[in-house]
């Protein structure tokens, strides 16, 4: 069993450097995908740098087709059995690869979820190997100290010598803050301990996935009109289909370059592209989940839900129901009515 590494990448050319580095560092070597998305800075370069390491396949888009199409094609290009989704500012320690091709071995018709954690000390850096300052971070970069410095950065020879250099920096969650640790948290728990949870799709994951490659194309990919829950929305549609959610070990560390994250509850354009494909309790009730991890939720504590099986309860109860105001409704009304307990005699 063979598997390809589908890289989306756009304008991010000294962290893709890193990523392919740590792609060429794998104890299991893998094809390397990679979809330079309308990129106008130096990624053409880097490629051209990284095509004596790898088993490289390169995709240029002139024009930026967006995540969700960039895999899509990525993975069509692709000729391995296995297709693992990475991102272009993401490093992979050296058995990412091995641990999702166990995985597949072990068992058919998995969508396989690594470990996947960030690195906040890349923030400030437009290169974090040289620590160059992106703009509007020339004075923090300035004022750091040379040790600092040298802490904070990532350098090609720890990727290749002294990985463990790398991974006690990092934490766990894709970006950095309570919520989306808490958030990991209780994914990886899901997927390490509730197999048959009804709703463990919402457990994938952006990056460090996989799936069988012919399942991806057959089943058309990812939405093209989301950039955001995609990879939620895909493995819904693969669960109802008969496929099953797993966790691996292999992980990933997400080199962080902005401040925040992409909360979904502030970009709120892939609720109506996946509610209307999915018109589900569960997809109504997935932003409350979302709020309830939030440190300054408004919702009333007998309305959060903490974790999938929570969820699925919830969503449970609301069968039947259409839209997705009427999900919440219900469901903040329910929890909000105080239940009687029965008092054995």
């Not at 999702?100 to 850096?125: A, K, N």
């Not at 048959?196 to 057959?218: E, I, M, P, T, Y």
């Amino acid at each position: 069993m063979r598997a390809s590494v589908v890289v989306r990448s756009k304008d991010e050319a000294d962290r893709l450097r890193l990523t392919l580095v740590s792609l060429a560092c794998q104890s299991e070597r893998p094809e390397v995908v990679v979809v330079n998305d309308g990129s106008t800075d130096h990624t053409g370069q880097v490629l051209d740098e990284m095509r004596s390491e790898l088993d490289l396949v390169i995709i240029h888009h002139e024009v930026p087709a967006g995540r969700s199409s960039a895999a899509n094609v990525g993975a069509a290009q692709a000729s391995g059995d296995i297709v693992i989704f990475l991102d272009g500012d993401t490093l992979a320690e050296r058995d990412m690869v091995a641990r999702h091709v166990e995985q597949h071995r072990l068992s058919d018709g998995l969508i396989v979820r690594g470990e996947t954690w960030h690195l906040r000390c890349t923030r400030p850096f437009l290169d974090p190997e040289t620590g160059s300052a992106r703009q509007g971070e020339e004075a923090k970069v300035a004022r750091m100290s040379a040790a600092e410095l040298s802490r904070s950065v990532v350098m090609r020879e720890q990727i290749r010598g002294a990985f463990d250099t790398v991974d006690r920096r990092a934490q766990p969650g894709i970006y950095p803050g309570f919520g989306p640790r808490k958030l990991y948290e209780l994914e990886m728990e899901a997927l390490r301990t509730q197999p048959d949870c009804a709703v463990l799709w919402a457990a994938a994951s952006g990056a460090n996935q996989s799936l069988g490659r012919q399942v991806f194309l057959k089943t058309g990919g990812f939405h093209p009109d989301l950039t955001i829950n995609e990879h939620r929305e895909l493995a819904l549609r693969l669960c109802g289909q008969g496929l099953r959610m797993a966790a691996c070990k292999g992980r990933t560390y997400h080199m962080i370059h902005r401040s925040g994250w992409r909360d979904p509850l502030k970009e709120l354009n892939w609720e109506d592209v996946f509610y209307q494909a999915h018109p589900l309790p569960e997809v109504a009730l997935l932003p409350l989940l979302w709020e309830s991890l939030n440190d300054a939720t408004s919702l009333p504590e007998p309305s959060r839900i903490l974790s999938l099986s929570e969820l699925a309860i919830a969503s449970d109860r609301c069968k039947g129901l259409e839209g997705r105001q009427a999900v919440r409704d219900a469901h903040l009304r329910y929890t909000a009515t105080p239940k009687v307990k029965l008092v054995a005699r």
